[in-house]
Nanobody, 117 residues
Framework: QVQLYESGGGSALPGESLKLTCAAP??????IGWYRQAPGAERELVAR???????QYADYVRGRFIIGRPDANNTVHLQMNDLKPEDTAVYYC?????????????WGQGTQVTVSS
């Protein structure tokens, strides 16, 4: 069974950086990225990378966040720079995994990011 191993997050002051990590070992990744959900809000896209190389960013993180390419271990990092209080949310890794006769979407357990002064 496919599992996503998600880590990172924590607390930061405004302007500081955090790095999130997601791994999907032993899989063929069609796309992978992060969504976030703040209290009382709907879950929304943060950043996503597709197997063809295209990346997608929410307007509010463009220029601050960078989603990297999967490495040899199928590990992806989301580098979050210049954090703002509005970035406070639970961040969920999500990956679309190829099963050759179809695909399925998987979700990590989520990690809390808190940005406050």
């Amino acid at each position: 069974q496919v599992q996503l191993y998600e880590s990172g997050g924590g607390s930061a002051l405004p302007g500081e950086s955090l790095k999130l990590t997601c791994a999907a070992p032993g899989t063929t990744i069609l796309s992978i990225g992060w969504y976030r959900q703040a209290p009382g809000a709907e879950r929304e896209l943060v950043a996503r990378r597709y197997s063809g190389g295209r990346t997608q960013y929410a307007d509010y993180v463009r220029g601050r966040f960078i989603i990297g390419r999967p490495d040899a271990n199928n590990t992806v990092h989301l580098q979050m720079n210049d954090l703002k209080p509005e970035d406070t949310a639970v961040y969920y890794c999500s990956a679309r995994i190829d099963h050759y006769v179809g695909y399925h979407d998987y979700w990590g357990q989520g990690t809390q990011v808190t940005v406050s002064s």
